[in-house]
């Protein structure tokens, strides 16, 4: 029965970690890059620039894993606070759309001109 036990708590914390590894870069480059902040950003400094329908894509696709004022909830890397400065809009578009280091892509989830609002206002963030 121990044994059994045993395997059930392993199983249970290889699940916990595949679920946490989602949102989670392994070990290459972040898509956004960057680290946390020292400016505690509000979510109201974080959205400024965003139209209303940026801000309800980004509420419901983004925030998740990066935050209500864009600072990461996972980690460093999913900081995007400043993603202009180190990203042109064609590369987060490519990133939106494509995902890759623990980021889901979304081409075919969103609209094109959707995914192209989010970068343009993502670009702006330098």
């Known amino acids: 029965m121990k044994r059994m036990n045993t395997w059930v708590a392993f199983s249970m914390a290889l699940m916990m970690a595949a679920v946490l590894g989602a949102c989670t870069p392994q070990n290459s480059p972040a898509p ?5 902040s020292s400016g505690g ?3 109201e400094q974080a959205m400024a620039g965003a139209s209303d329908t940026v801000q309800s894509l980004y509420k419901q696709n983004c925030m998740s894993c990066h935050a209500s004022n864009l600072e990461g909830k996972v980690g460093p890397n999913t ?3 400043q993603a202009g400065a180190r990203l042109t ?4 578009v490519e990133q939106i759309n494509r995902g890759g280091n623990g980021m889901p892509g979304y081409q075919g989830k969103l609209k094109t001109e959707e995914i192209d609002a989010l970068a343009d206002w993502l670009a702006n963030k330098k």
């Open 32 to 36: 956004f890059g960057g680290g946390k």
């Open 41 to 43: 950003m509000t979510e």
């Open 79 to 81: 900081n995007l606070q």
């Open 89 to 92: 809009k064609e590369q987060i």
